[in-house]
């Protein structure tokens, strides 16, 4: 069988310049990927570095007094933003760069197809129009697929995030679209206490907001059994031209921060199921670092994913068990879930 192409990594030396100090998100979480990367000669991949971001872009799906905001705080030599976020001198480029480099993930994948991993800092999903928060700056991945849709025509995008955090930044800004499914795994109850089953969206986008709780404890059963059996078949029928993963490793079953029992397998599974689904609807895949803390979990999570998405290796199929309940409470309310 043919390799897929071999996929684009994207990175940025000013990642590692957002100094967050003691904080458990800080840049020894990119020297550990980096080094089990070099370590495999990179996969083969293509190794690329991330421009900045287009003012204009940011604005797209962030106001304008929250882009200036961190740009104030970043040139006064940083400082807190609330109890879990931090920004320093090098926060500003860092953020520009991390956002740059999604977008320019969106640029090459619609252009060339395949898959795309942006290795980059500070991560997004928390981060909301207005809001820094949970780490996260500017919501990285929302703002390449609003230049996806905007710039590119898309009109229908994927977004898996299966960070163990709820992503209420991505959540919030595409919340009444029906351009951007926003699916979702997440440990319930957790920060940031969003993601309820029952926020389905609203508008015009109502259904396009999936949100599948799990409890502490949840493992690779679980997960995949979301990932193949509820999101896959909404993405089969739906057809979206791109495919996002908004990529935390925190739910490693060895991650300080939350409580779920994920291995480095698990996220090849899961990747090697998105891998198919965006091979069977030409979509190409941008795939997003969010969470991730525990830092040999973390790398080796990462390689495992990209060698997934890299090659042509079957995905375990979970049962079906976990997904049924999350089908049944709501058949109807996602209008787009094949045979509910
Ligand atoms: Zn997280």
Redesign the pocket.
């Known amino acids: 069988m043919h390799h897929l192409a071999a996929g684009i990594y994207i990175r940025h030396p000013s990642s590692f310049e957002h100094d967050t100090g003691g904080h458990p998100e800080n840049a020894r979480r990119l020297t550990a990927i980096e080094e089990a990367m070099s370590e495999r000669d990179w996969l083969g991949m293509e190794l690329i570095e991330a421009p900045t971001v287009e003012r204009e872009l940011l604005h797209r799906v962030h106001g304008a007094r929250h882009v200036d905001s961190i740009e104030e705080l970043s040139g006064r030599g940083g400082g807190m933003i609330d109890l879990d976020t931090v920004a320093s001198a090098g926060s500003w480029e860092a953020a520009l760069h991390s956002a740059g480099g999604a977008v320019m993930g969106v640029e090459r994948l619609l252009t060339d197809g395949g898959f795309a991993f942006c290795g980059l800092r500070p991560p997004g999903h928390h981060a909301e129009r207005d809001r820094a928060m949970g780490f996260c700056l500017f919501n990285n991945l929302a703002v390449a697929a609003a230049h996806a849709i905007e710039a590119h025509g898309v009109d229908r995008i994927l977004i898996l995030d299966w960070?163990?955090?709820h992503g209420n930044g991505t959540e919030a800004i595409f919340y009444d679209s029906a351009q951007v499914l926003y699916a979702s795994i997440h440990q319930s109850p957790l920060y940031p206490g969003t993601g309820a089953i029952g926020d389905t969206g609203s508008g015009e986008g109502e259904g396009f907001t999936v949100n599948l709780p799990v409890p502490p404890g949840s493992g690779p059963d679980e997960f995949l059994s979301l990932v193949q059996h509820v999101v896959a078949p909404i993405a089969r029928e739906w057809r979206p031209g791109l495919v996002c993963i908004s990529a935390?490793y925190?739910a490693h079953r060895d991650d300080p921060l939350a409580n779920c029992e994920l291995d480095e397998a698990a996220y090849a599974d899961m990747a090697g199921t998105m891998r198919n689904l965006g091979s069977d609807l030409g979509a190409p895949v941008l795939v997003c670092l969010?969470?991730g803390y525990a830092l040999a979990a973390l790398a080796a999570s990462v390689v495992a994913t990209l060698e997934a998405l890299a090659d042509d290796r079957r995905p375990r199929s979970a049962p079906e068990g976990p997904a049924a309940a999350y089908r049944s409470e709501h058949t109807g309310s996602w209008p787009v879930l094949g045979d509910g």
């Open positions: 960070d163990v955090h935390g925190d969010e969470g």
